[in-house]
């Protein structure tokens, strides 16, 4: 009985013909072709199979205007993934076997899968400001322990401010992922309730003084 | 030798459940060519994944067909399973893929409701349809759904089945299988389904290879693959497992197929509900999927092998969700069989490859 194992290896848009040529000549099947979306083109996932070993193959950062080489010649049946990514993705495939022409869906917006939703940009965001803030966190952390004991307390206490600072700023990052996501008319009530609420600290503070 | 003409078929045809378009042609009366086209009713569920977080979206990943819905928040949660590093408990795995077999039933005996109806026998297609209510009444009881059934989650399932439910299941299994021999028998050996049948829109094993075809299309044509061979979760329990296949490669090798599996899905739940073993049926999944984390994963679906692929990017909407179904692997399958054959035989071709066009469209 064979065992299902999968593993993800590089591949360059120049190799791709040739991999699966190889591929076939190894006796391996096709599963699938695939695309990503990302911020540096799309990301082509090629698949093949044999004896329960699935081999994905991804083509990283393949530009919006590259040519890709059609492999319907060797495998007739990538010719509905072809047809469809040139549609939905806008990556040109030369010589599928099948050609639609770009009528292989009949869609309303052109090439819909490469528009960036504010769902999708503010996850994006979201996981670029975490990032950041975990990093600047952690080369405080590292600042600080480089120092040794001998550290002031003066700087100690800058290094927490910075450390609330950088935290407040992953909460705020968050918060507008959240708000983002909603409908606007909810959004803007919600915002409207934060400022009321910061106005009302900053009196409290002011009477307090 | 005549003049070739291009005869379009569907999408709106008396036979076709679902939209695919066929542009047929054909010289005197033989198919010579054939285009297949699809994209009347694609619906963009993958672009979904970014506004419905991971667990959110299993419900949009079932409504993607209904026949398969179980199939399919089955593979989507599998794949974000191996996407977070999750394990599913065993009692969840047994489950799972009781319901998956279920539905494998409820998907054969609705297709072979639907044969029998294009065959001519309308009386046939009441009887495959009243015993795959029996099966939806299973779901019902232990689900609450009947086409629906939002039972699997990431990290295992929702709902228990009790060890009485389990003892009714086998004993409704028990009284479908005297039924369903009865009706599979008289289908198997009737002279008007051979003459309709044999020897048409035949696949050599070569060209089912060749065309990596995939499910009971492919297994007509001695092509010995079958996803649960592998031998995961549950399946890996099952004392003895072996594809069911045919060397024919014509209708009749895929109706007998089809009919089989019926009969082998009913004896893997009969074992797996006798072997269940107690425990939790569910694991709290937290976290999120790490940025650039991609997974992949295969599950055989009542049509064939299905490819689910994931990558993460970070939080808990995933970067991007792809179904690959078994249908738009066997399309050009389908446009290999349909060539050299009569017009009057392309329907029964098509039916007895079983296209399941909302699943490929998604």
Not at chain 1, 25 to 37: K, P, S
Not at chain 1, 52 to 59: F, K, T
Not at chain 2, 90 to 113: D, F, K, Q, T
Not at chain 2, 332 to 337: D, V, Y
Request: with cysteine; charged share 25%; proline share 4%.
């Amino acid at each position: 009985m064979p065992q299902f194992k999968q593993d993800f290896s590089p591949l360059s848009i120049e190799a791709i013909h040739d991999t699966a040529a190889a591929r076939k000549a190894e006796g391996f099947r096709y599963v699938q072709t695939l695309a990503v979306n990302t911020e540096d083109g799309v990301d082509l996932v090629y698949s093949f199979m044999k004896d329960g070993a699935l081999d994905n193959e991804v083509a990283s950062g393949v530009p919006r205007d590259a040519v890709i080489p059609s492999i319907t010649d060797l495998y007739l049946e990538a010719f509905v993934f072809e047809n469809e990514i040139h549609d939905l993705f806008g990556v040109h495939f030369e010589g599928i076997a099948i050609d639609f022409g770009g009528n292989f869906y009949h869609l309303a917006v052109k090439e819909p899968m490469t528009i960036i939703s504010p769902e999708q940009k503010a996850a994006r965001d979201k996981a670029r400001k975490i990032a950041a803030a975990k990093a600047a966190k952690e080369a405080k952390a590292k600042k600080a322990a480089e120092q040794g004991g001998a550290e002031a307390p003066a700087k100690a206490a800058a290094a927490e401010k910075a450390e609330a600072a950088a935290d407040a700023a992953a909460k705020e990052a968050e918060l507008e992922a959240k708000l983002a996501v909603m409908d606007p008319e909810k959004a803007a009530k919600v915002r409207a309730a934060m400022e009321a609420k910061a106005k009302k600290a900053a009196a409290a503070e002011r009477k307090g003084e | 030798m005549g003049k070739s003409t291009i005869i379009p078929f569907g999408p709106q045809h008396p036979v076709l459940p679902e939209p695919l378009h066929l542009d047929l042609v054909v010289e005197d009366e033989t198919v010579i060519d054939c285009i297949p086209q699809i994209g009347f009713v694609h619906r963009g569920l993958e672009k979904l994944v970014e506004t419905r977080d991971y667990n959110q979206f299993i419900y949009v990943a079932e409504r993607i067909c209904g026949i398969c819905a179980m199939g399919h928040s089955l593979g989507y949660a599998e794949t974000v399973e191996a996407l977070m590093g999750v394990e599913v408990p065993r009692r969840a795995e047994y489950l799972r893929v009781i319901w998956h077999e279920l539905s494998r039933i409820h998907s054969h005996l609705l297709w072979l409701g639907l044969a029998a109806d294009a065959f001519g026998f309308e009386s046939m297609f009441m009887h495959c349809w009243r015993l795959r209510e029996r099966v939806l009444d299973i779901f019902e009881k232990t689900t609450g759904g009947r086409v629906i059934l939002s039972v699997v989650r990431v990290g295992g399932v929702n709902r228990d089945i009790d060890d009485a439910m389990l003892r009714e299941i086998v004993s409704v299994l028990d009284g479908i299988k005297g039924d369903y021999a009865k009706i599979m028998n008289t289908l198997l050996t009737d002279t008007s389904v051979k003459n309709r049948t044999v020897g048409v829109g035949v696949i050599s094993k070569e060209a089912a290879l060749d065309l990596s075809m995939v499910g009971p299309f492919s297994r007509a044509s001695d092509v010995p693959y079958d996803v649960r061979s592998f031998g995961r979760g549950a399946y890996g329990d099952l004392s003895d497992f072996q594809p069911v296949t045919d060397a024919q490669g014509d209708c009749f090798a895929r109706v007998k197929v089809r009919c089989l599996e019926v009969l082998q899905s009913i004896e893997i739940i009969k074992e797996l509900a006798a072997k269940i073993p107690a425990g939790d049926i569910s694991v709290a999944v937290k976290g999120a999927p790490a940025e650039g984390a991609q997974a992949s994963n295969v599950l055989e679906q009542p049509r064939g092998e299905c490819y689910y692929y994931a990558r993460g990017n970070g939080t808990k909407y995933l970067e991007r969700m792809r179904m690959r179904t078994p249908t738009s692997q066997n399309l050009a399958g389908m446009a290999t069989a349909l060539k050299g054959c009569d017009l009057a035989d392309v329907n029964m071709i098509v039916l007895t490859i079983d296209p399941c066009i909302s699943c490929t469209e998604r």
